[in-house]
């Protein structure tokens, strides 16, 4: 079992490039099989969940050279040259792809059956199963959780207002719309990351926006294009932890993806007075981007505005540990979507603060965190990347070794973390792999 063993007391320095973001890549991959013609990507992040949807696409007849370097190559099948996959198409760890993969299939003419691994298939599946029913959708499910049973078949539009911020279940709507008779409409609660409305108009096909609300109708086609990833916000948060809590740093993130419904963490940092700068701000494939500096400054405890929650939704475990770090005490409201992660993050978070002498006190929709001295010690990730990786920078600042369990799947996310960590100055040792 692969662990981290992180020694305390160092500082981040330098500018590097974080890997391609892994919203855009799903959608990349989807998006490209889907079109006619050829797509080629850039900067493709090559983690095991990517990976995941690359291969079901070619278990579904999609030709694919590479990837090679973040680079791939895409022979389009149209929407409706996919094939039968004749076996079960594994999403390994990814609620990405099997969500987004639930839309595409559903309004296929053939059957097909996703599955996961053992922490995937413990979650719900129920909130992206309800819509896809109303569209006529027939998915058999133990549950709401996989695996996933699809027998394609005709569907019909549906204006659907989500019960909560999901831009899983979001896409997962939009893609079925794609094989929906008349229009499909999707209104959110509160934003969350519109990357799919983004791409989906970057392939030709059009989607009517309006505020909170989405809208597509089928009979369009998507084009092949060519793409560049930006780099993962998701990726760079837990560098900009880092450098923010331990005295002395100073580092540069290049290329950034800084679309405005995934800043939350950059927001909510800058809050608790972190020094961020955005510089050489542009747009690559349709994204805003930036190089992000971020330098050593002491944290204060804040209550984290609501609006700000859906925001940063995957970067909570990093926040965790700033507000550990922080004086005095950090308020986390609004947060439920958190219990139903790659693991219960507030549970195994706070577990692990606790571990190091944090009091916290857990809430049912997030927590209040004490900000303390961090004491060394062991830590159970629980199979979950981002707190893996949010815990091997709690180490920078801790009184002694912090020593990770349960490290393996970083790779679904940031495959060379535990290099480029160290790269930056942290003094991390992969041990088990």
Known sequence: MTRYLVHPGSQLKGRFPVPGDKSISHRAVILGALAEGVTEVEGLLE??????????????????????????????????????????????????????????????????????????????????????????????????KAPLQIHGRPLHGIDYALPMASAQVKSAILLAGLYAEGQTCVTEPAPTRDHSERMLQGFGYPVERQGPRACLRSGGQLHGQ????????????????????????????EGVGINPT???????????????????LRVVGGEPVADIRVRYAQLQGIAIPAHLVPLAIDEFPALFIAAACAKGQTVITGAEELRVKESDRIAVMASGLRAMGVIVEERADGA?????????????????????MAFAMAALVAQGDIEILDCANVATSFPNFPALAHQAGLLLEVVGA
């Open 47 to 144: 983690g095991a969940d990517v990976l995941a949807t690359i291969a079901a696409f070619r278990t579904m007849g999609v030709e694919m050279q590479g990837p090679d370097r973040g680079h791939l190559r895409i022979q389009g099948v149209g929407l409706y040259g996919l094939r039968a996959p004749g076996v079960p198409l594994d999403c390994g760890n990814s609620g990405t792809a099997m969500r987004l993969l639930a839309g595409v299939l559903a309004g296929q003419n053939f059957p097909s059956t996703l599955i996961g691994d053992a922490s995937l298939q413990q979650r719900p599946m129920g909130r992206v199963l309800r819509p896809l029913a109303a569209m006529g959708a027939e998915i058999a499910a133990q549950d709401g």
């Open 226 to 253: 060519s793409l560049q990833v930006p780099g993962d916000i998701s990726s760079a948060a837990f560098f900009l932890l880092g450098a923010t809590i331990a005295p002395g740093s100073d580092l540069t993130l």
């Open 262 to 280: 995934r800043t939350g963490i950059i927001e909510i940092l800058t809050r608790m007075g972190a020094r961020i700068d955005l510089t050489a």
């Open 368 to 388: 209040i965190i004490n900000g303390s001295l961090l004491q060394g010690g062991r830590i159970n990730s629980q199979g979950d990347h981002r707190i893996a």
